[in-house]
């Protein structure tokens, strides 16, 4: 019976969270479809994609903290340098960083329905295995850059295998735009997205679980060349990674099986029982629930 709860509970829980991601877009695409046409107005349809990823990180429930350390001057461009383990990387990005931005990701986002073609319009689409389309990306993001429009890069360029745990070798091009464009870079650590929701090979497995984003204090990189994209990208990965947290490394255990018997062959993966906030001294902390997360046992 208690399986069966939890088995149940997963369910109602990913079918309240799916909605509340669709609903608002769904809502207010004919207004975003219009806000795509010109470019102009791409700075308006970046706010409803900001609204739409607050709207939805609301509604789903769980505790969720932002921490900023230093922040840059406004107007001041930047390269925000981020691990990517989930799919809701992006929103909670979105929810955290303030101003017109810019992201780069990988083409096929572009060739979502409906909203596909308006992230391939405001923002930047790659094919990594194009050294022409990777060429073509870093044009359009200095040029953003010399626009005071500030960018999103996930230097690991794929979603990480061991989320929270180990990140893939971070790729030279962010940091090679950032010396280049003489902008700062900010390093960003979101520790406990794949929590919430892990990248299952297409599976949706959505789970009640407390969230953190921190944006770390800037990397000026005047006077750096490219001799020190090595030591620049080093610098970035090991701050990313101080946010890491034993307990929330790895993917969860699967939702319970109720109907299913487990195999004596099957492995179970112990979640942890707690985490605790390490932002304490940060200069501006935004918390929405308790500064002691508890992680889910599912």
């Not at 829980?13 to 809502?27: A, D, I, L, R």
């Not at 975003?32 to 791409?42: D, E, H, K």
């Not at 303030?98 to 990701?105: A, D, K, S």
């Not at 745990?165 to 902008?183: N, R, T």
């Amino acid at each position: 019976m208690r399986d069966l709860l939890r088995f149940l509970g997963h369910r109602l829980y990913t079918t309240w969270s799916t909605f509340w991601f669709v609903m608002p877009f769904v809502v207010t695409y004919p207004a975003q479809w219009v806000l795509g046409r010109r470019p102009a107005w791409y700075r308006h349809l970046h706010t409803f994609n900001r609204s739409w990823s607050i709207i939805s990180i609301r509604m789903w429930g769980m505790p969720v903290e932002v921490v900023r350390k230093n922040q840059l001057p406004p107007g001041q461009p930047c390269v925000y340098v981020a691990n990517h383990s989930s799919y809701i990387d992006i929103p909670m990005l979105f929810k955290a960083i303030p101003g017109f931005l810019n992201i780069m990701g990988k083409s096929d986002l572009a060739k979502v329905p409906f909203w596909g073609p308006l992230f391939g319009r405001v923002y930047i689409t790659v094919n990594r295995e194009s050294a022409m389309s990777r060429g073509r990306a870093i044009v359009q993001a200095r040029a953003g850059l010399a626009q005071g429009r500030s960018i999103i890069i996930f230097p690991e360029g794929t979603i990480s295998k061991k989320p929270g745990e180990e990140m893939v070798p971070f790729k030279d091009g962010a940091f090679q735009l950032a010396i280049s464009a003489g902008v700062p870079i900010v390093p960003v650590s979101m520790p406990l997205n794949h929590r919430f929701l892990p990248d299952l090979d297409g599976a949706l497995r959505v789970r009640y679980s407390p969230l953190r984003i921190v944006l770390h204090d800037p990397i000026p990189t005047q006077h750096l060349t490219m001799n020190d994209v090595e030591a620049l990208k080093q610098r970035a990965f090991a701050i990313i990674a101080s946010e890491f947290h034993p307990d929330a490394a790895g993917l969860p255990e699967p939702s319970p099986r109720p109907f299913l018997r487990a195999s004596k062959s099957e492995v179970t993966i112990k979640a942890p029982q707690q985490l605790s906030s390490s932002g304490a001294n940060a200069n501006e902390t935004l918390t929405n629930g308790n500064a002691g997360l508890s992680l889910p046992n599912s």
